[in-house]
């Protein structure tokens, strides 16, 4: 089993609509959460990070972390055509570990 | 804003042939790093600086890949001979120190061997 599972997509969504994201993981040292959108050719960018369980909201975009079941999320209202790319979750403990990402497509 | 700058951007090479990377972080940075990033799949690290120091290569094929970093400010990647499994995105990566969680990445080089 990876320390950090993601399913890669890709997932297509109508614009305005809410786009779930999640990641699984195994280990439990890990303390750390993050999300990040990596553009076509480009590097990721960090979106968002949290340590704790619970809702972390920014924007248009809510991080959720349930530590009991191990299981993170990525939310995203009123979806965009600009909001199409590749979402990566990684995990800190001693590194960082991240998933394989998913692609979302924001259909006009 | 400031970012991490990688050259070249893209490089297509030989098997057997050298090919070499070059990062330049954020001023200020003291962690560096070096990720590879297979296509459909997450960056996976290949080697951490702090300063000028290697703290974690674990993951670094030695026999082929070097990695420096002398002064502790712009860091080197080399790969010598290059394997046709070679071909990836080459991310560097840089953070204020080791615990931050805020690292900006560069664009990358996408190196293809042929």
């Known amino acids: 089993q990876k320390e950090v599972e993601q399913d890669p997509g890709p997932l297509s969504v109508p614009e305005g609509a809410i786009v779930s994201l999640n990641c699984t993981y195994s280990n439990s040292a890990f303390q750390y959460f993050m999300w990040y959108r990596q553009y076509s050719r480009k590097g990721p960018e960090l979106l968002m990070y949290?340590?704790?369980?619970g809702n972390k909201e920014d924007g248009r975009f809510t991080a959720q972390v349930d530590k009991s079941s191990k299981y993170i999320s990525l939310f995203i209202r009123d979806s965009q055509p600009s909001d199409s790319a590749t979402y990566l979750c990684?995990?800190?403990?001693?590194?960082?570990?991240f998933g394989k990402g998913t692609r979302l497509h924001i259909l006009p | 804003e400031a970012e991490v700058a990688q050259s070249p951007r893209y490089k297509i090479t030989e098997k057997s042939q050298a090919v070499a990377f070059w990062c330049d972080p954020i001023?200020?940075?003291?962690?560096l790093y070096w990720y590879r990033q297979i296509l459909g799949q997450g960056p996976e690290l290949l080697v951490q600086f702090q300063d000028e120091s290697v703290v974690d290569d674990s993951q670094l094929p030695k026999d082929r890949f070097s990695a420096e970093r002398l002064k502790g400010v712009d860091s080197t990647l080399k790969i010598q001979p290059a394997e046709l499994g070679d071909s990836a995105m080459y991310l560097c990566?840089?953070?204020?120190?080791?615990?931050?969680?805020?690292?900006?990445f560069g664009p990358g080089t996408r190196l293809t061997v042929t």
């Open positions: 990566a840089s953070s204020f120190d080791r615990d931050s969680l805020r690292c900006n």
């Open positions: 001023s200020g940075h003291a962690t």
């Open positions: 949290t340590y704790s369980s």
């Open positions: 990684a995990m800190r403990g001693d590194k960082i570990i």
